[in-house]
């Protein structure tokens, strides 16, 4: 290739590469997936660096090199007082603070109710969310929620509304089910990352949780995926955009 050629071909790979978003995944077993997540995250291009605190690896002291953090869920509380779980409540301070783009699933927004002072509780009655449950918008969450949206849970936890968040979801036996916080830090309770070998897997190695109070049979579950799936995709795939467009490229 001519020298001319051949630097123009640099420019632009440079130009693409400093146009990529890096994401920061944090998951909190050696099996755990990010599931459609990730799949999402790449199809727009972005590049994901998986970490396992809990495995040993570090947290970055920043979010210079990260355009954007997820926290995934795990089987864990936010109330364990394990070094892992109490690093990553502390850690998140850090995209908060820097307003890069944070979404907490699960436990990851558990440990973001907690970060910000917000109460992470069972009920009295150990009831739990597991399987396909309707959530309802609040008047800030109606550009984002359908009304109602069903999605699919496996908690036996959830948290307080923080002072200075903002609900967007509400359900019945764990009234927050997503928050805002600031401009681009968002909690959700449920899991729009799951695939159908990742339902499987959870159904198969985590079967004691169906015999817990609220918990759907397994059939119910496969049953309600293939009513609910599909739009649960299509959600992920609009607030990834939404998620996205508050991020900027490292």
């Given at each position: 290739m001519p020298s001319g050629r051949l630097?123009?071909?640099?420019?632009?790979?440079?130009?693409?590469?400093?146009?990529?978003?890096?994401?920061?995944?944090?998951?909190?077993?050696?099996?755990?997936?990010?599931?459609?997540?990730?799949?999402?995250?790449?199809a727009r291009g972005c590049e994901l660096d998986i970490r396992r605190p809990s495995l040993g690896d570090p947290l970055p002291e920043t979010m210079g090199e990260h355009s954007a953090a997820v926290i995934f869920g795990g089987p864990m509380s936010a109330?364990?007082?394990?070094?892992?779980?109490?690093?990553?409540t502390d850690w998140i301070s850090v995209p908060l603070k820097e307003e890069k783009p944070y979404l907490g699933i699960c436990l990851g927004a558990q440990l973001m109710a907690k970060n910000l002072g917000a109460r992470v509780y069972g009920r009295e009655d150990q009831r739990c969310e597991v399987g396909y449950f309707p959530i309802r918008p609040t008047e800030h969450g109606e550009h984002l929620f359908n009304n109602p949206q069903y999605v699919y849970q496996w908690h036996g936890e959830g948290f307080d509304l923080p002072c200075g968040a903002v609900q967007l979801a509400e359900g019945d036996d764990f009234p927050?089910?997503?928050?805002?916080?600031?401009?681009?830090?968002?909690?959700?309770?449920?899991?729009?990352?799951?695939?159908?070998?990742?339902?499987?897997a959870w159904l198969i190695m985590a079967r004691h949780r169906l015999t817990q109070p609220g918990a759907?049979?397994?059939?119910?579950?496969?049953?309600?995926?293939?009513q609910y799936d599909a739009a649960l995709k299509a959600w992920l795939s609009n607030f990834l955009d939404h998620w996205l467009g508050e991020a900027q490229p490292v």
């Open positions: 630097e123009t071909a640099r420019r632009r790979s440079k130009t693409v590469h400093s146009m990529t978003r890096r994401v920061l995944i944090v998951l909190h077993q050696e099996r755990s997936n990010p599931g459609r997540v990730a799949q999402e995250l790449r109330n364990d007082n394990l070094p892992f779980i109490r690093a990553e927050v089910q997503a928050m805002r916080y600031g401009k681009s830090a968002y909690g959700i309770q449920f899991h729009p990352e799951l695939t159908s070998l990742m339902m499987n759907q049979p397994d059939e119910h579950q496969r049953r309600g995926r293939l």
